[in-house]
């Protein structure tokens, strides 16, 4: 069985900080593992993907997650944070037979003025 | 591109009545996934057809969830009868297919069922 752990519930940063929001996962086989981000009140949005290749991806919103296959992480990054970028954030891995689509609990992401 | 579209966007219902949420995925997507999302939880994958046929319903909890997909296109996603721990939000997503670049799903905005 596949799993995700987010490893911060909740991470509060000042504008225009760095930050790193914390993503480990578990599968026997080889995965998918995408970022998605939730405003309130709204469905989920893709932010980035992994499925193959450069271990280094971009996403929208200045948004980048590196693929650690080592360490079964796959953490996201952004240099530079605004305050629309309040939000919550959820690591997510595909894989196996049927490719279940299974989520970490969420890491909500408080940026302060 | 017309997204995934749910309804309705919020539904109050008391214990023991019945409801049911319908979603309408992104045209040519084969793979829906119906997804219960509780109050700071991450959503959970409640089933997943691949056109009309049912791929996962393991977290399914049958004795009062029932989920059709019968034309390989909508689907309907059914609680009867409900209870109070069903409150939350339910996300329909879809899919181009399960592997590779099809993988990638597309959520709709969800229906917030509160049960009272």
């Known amino acids: 069985a596949q799993s995700v752990t987010q490893l911060d519930s909740q991470v509060p940063v000042f504008e225009e900080a760095p930050v790193e929001l914390r993503c480990n996962y578990s599968?026997?086989?080889?995965?998918?593992l995408f970022w998605y981000v939730q405003y309130p009140n709204q469905g989920l949005q893709l932010l980035l993907k992994?499925?193959?290749?450069?271990?280094l991806v971009k996403g929208i919103n200045g948004f980048e997650a590196e693929f650690n296959k080592s360490q079964t992480s796959f953490h996201l990054r952004k240099p530079s944070v605004h305050i629309s970028d309040t939000a919550e954030y959820f690591c997510a891995v595909s894989g196996g037979s049927n490719y279940k689509l299974t989520f970490g609990k969420g890491t909500l992401l408080t940026v302060n003025p | 591109e017309a997204g995934v579209a749910q309804s309705p966007r919020y539904k109050i219902i008391e214990k023991r009545q019945s409801v049911a949420f319908w979603c309408n995925p992104i045209?040519?997507?084969?793979?829906l996934y119906w997804y219960q999302q509780i109050l700071g939880q991450g959503p959970k994958l409640l089933i997943q057809?691949?056109?009309?046929?049912?791929?996962?319903d393991s977290q399914l909890p049958k004795d009062r969830f029932s989920a059709e997909r019968l034309k390989g296109v909508d689907s309907t996603l059914k609680i009867q009868p409900a209870k109070l721990e069903d409150s939350a939000v339910y996300l329909c997503?879809?899919?181009?297919?399960?592997?590779?670049?099809?993988?990638?799903?597309?959520f709709g905005q969800g229906t917030r069922l509160t049960v009272v």
């Open positions: 045209s040519g997507h084969a793979t």
């Open positions: 997503a879809s899919s181009f297919g399960s592997t590779g670049r099809r993988n990638e799903a597309f």
């Open positions: 992994y499925l193959s290749g450069s271990t």
């Open positions: 599968s026997s086989v080889s995965v998918y």
């Open positions: 057809f691949q056109n009309n046929g049912v791929v996962d």
